[in-house]
């Protein structure tokens, strides 16, 4: 009979370590991780939510707090467990700008469904737990975008003001060379 039940519970067994597998795949390939409670959010208006953060460079993925826990077991995510992996769970992750997918994340799915909240976050890169704080804090950061504009902002400036310096050069001298003819001129006139 023991035979039986084994056997009965091996391709469950499999299946669940495919999906675990696959998690594991998704945080291989991902910078940012946000674990979501993400109670109060019906079916369809989840679906637009998968839908939305897939086109911003994320993917949502609502899965078995005991399986998303295996696929965490060797991060610094797994020292948090009674605080992520308790009640409804959406981890979602970032595969591009992790700070647009996270103003997404407060924007459009925290402020707006008063029951949902941020559990935590990991940052993959630097095997980090991030508190709900932490993750609310890479919101307020510049995108990507915003980053570089500045960056190029800040280079463009002093260079702008160099060429001005080196294009008054020679105007000065052009200006004093002028300057010293035509008191030579009025000097030899009188």
Do not use: C
């Amino acid at each position: 009979m023991t035979g039986y039940v084994v056997d009965v519970n091996r391709p469950n067994l499999a299946k669940k370590k495919e999906l675990i597998q696959g998690y594991k795949e998704r945080l291989k390939k991902a910078n940012l991780v946000i674990f979501l409670d993400f109670t109060g959010i019906d079916a369809w208006p989840m679906s637009q939510l998968r839908m939305d953060i897939r086109d911003k460079g994320g993917e949502m993925v609502v899965g078995r707090n005991t399986l998303l826990f295996r696929a965490f077991m060797d991060t610094a995510v797994a020292e948090h467990e009674d605080e992520v992996f308790t009640g409804p769970t959406a981890a979602i992750f970032s595969y591009g700008d992790m700070v647009e997918l996270t103003k997404y994340v407060i924007d459009e799915i925290i402020k707006k469904n008063e029951s949902t909240k941020i559990k935590g976050g990991y940052l993959v890169e630097h095997n980090q737990f991030l508190t709900p704080q932490e993750v609310e804090a890479i919101a307020k950061l510049p995108s990507r975008e915003q980053a570089l504009a500045m960056l190029i902002g800040a280079i463009r400036g002093p260079v702008q003001k160099l060429y001005s310096l080196l294009r008054a050069v020679p105007q000065n001298l052009l200006l004093t060379l002028k300057a010293y003819e035509e008191k030579k001129k009025e000097g030899g006139e009188s």
